[in-house]
């Protein structure tokens, strides 16, 4: 607010003075908070469901598993995201297709719900200039996106009933080669993409949705850059070169991707060795149906996984490592063609960044490596934007 001070009367003078002094006195905001940032990757939705947890509350990651509620957001100053219709899967049957249709569907309507529960704190969005006016406006935003495409079975038109219903972005694939590609875990079923793999592209094209090859092969990656005639991006994965997993990107793919006018988002996954013990694996097949526990149950279960993530965490590394890899990214790729993507409540986070809290301290790294604002700018939002509006544009066409 602009002041304007007029010395007609010494008492008015005194008045705008203090005013004056007070307003310098309060400290500014920092560039993190002035940013608006926003993560690619949030499988928070896995909590809507559980009626003993709240997305609205502020919960702490050491008494709670969650990594993303509206409370953090606040804390940590993340401004948005893309929260993930993820779906477990199956069999690559007809009825396989039809249960993870019926899940995906359901998924779509509680994430729908639980933002449109607070209408004063987060707004559903499908746009990026519907996500700035609702950064201006003081809110939270929220995108939808599907991870695996598995559940629209063979029958693309779901794509547009998922479109209608507010997503604006999916990948073809998960931890498992499917009807429509193959997968970065997989074996290689189709040496890229399917068949059906290719119309998906193409309505993907067709309704202005962003393309995620996160999870796909190498073949499927090469194959989903070289027939979308918009971006694509990365929601989630990280640097090969440090860390040669078949879910990380290697140095050449980031670069023709880079070319493209695409972008890759930071995981906090895949940093290091995937330590998954009997206990892990045990517990997590518990976690994974903890929506069904008493508040009580949830409670020892939550201590025993923080228990064990102490002694035999699933990634014994850091902060350190997620900043080295993030770096690395930006050498490569540069500015215009690196996001955040951490992967939060699906497997991300490590010592030192064990939640959304923990995201100011990226910002202050980025600005020590000697990154400027504007650059900073485009990692927390502008690249991801960029490909938003680059798709809508060429929708219909």
Known sequence: MRLICLPLLALAAASCSSTIAREAAA???????????????????????????????????????????LGRMDTGALDGGMFVIYTAQKDVTPQGFADAKAFALKRLDEIRKTLGAYPNRIALVTTADQAIRADKAGLRFGFISIENSYPLGEDLSL??????????????????????????????????????????????????????????????????????????????SGPKALWGHNRNIDDDRIRKLAAKGGAVCMNSVFLTKMNYTDERNRLSALVDKIGTLSPGEQAKLTAQVRALDKVAPVQDTDFENFMTNLLYLLKVAGPDHVCMGADWDGGGGVRGFEDITALPKVTERLVAAGYSEADIAKIWSGNVLRIMRAADAAKGK
Not at 208 to 213: A, E, K, N, P, R
């Open 27 to 69: 400290p500014p905001q920092s560039l993190h908070q002035r940013l608006m940032t926003l993560d690619t990757h949030l499988d928070t939705p896995v909590w809507f469901s559980n009626p003993n947890w709240k997305f609205g509350d502020r919960h702490d990651w050491e008494t709670d598993l969650a990594q993303v509620d």
């Open 159 to 236: 794509l547009k009933t998922f479109y209608d219903g507010g997503v604006r972005m999916a990948g073809p694939v998960h931890s498992k080669d499917n009807q429509f590609a193959d997968s970065a875990t997989g074996q290689a079923t189709w040496k890229g993409l399917s068949p059906l793999g290719k119309q998906w592209v193409a309505e993907m094209n067709r309704l202005g949705m962003v393309i995620d090859g996160s999870h796909s092969s190498d073949a499927t990656f090469d194959q989903l850059l070289e027939l979308s005639k918009t971006p694509i991006i990365l929601s989630h």
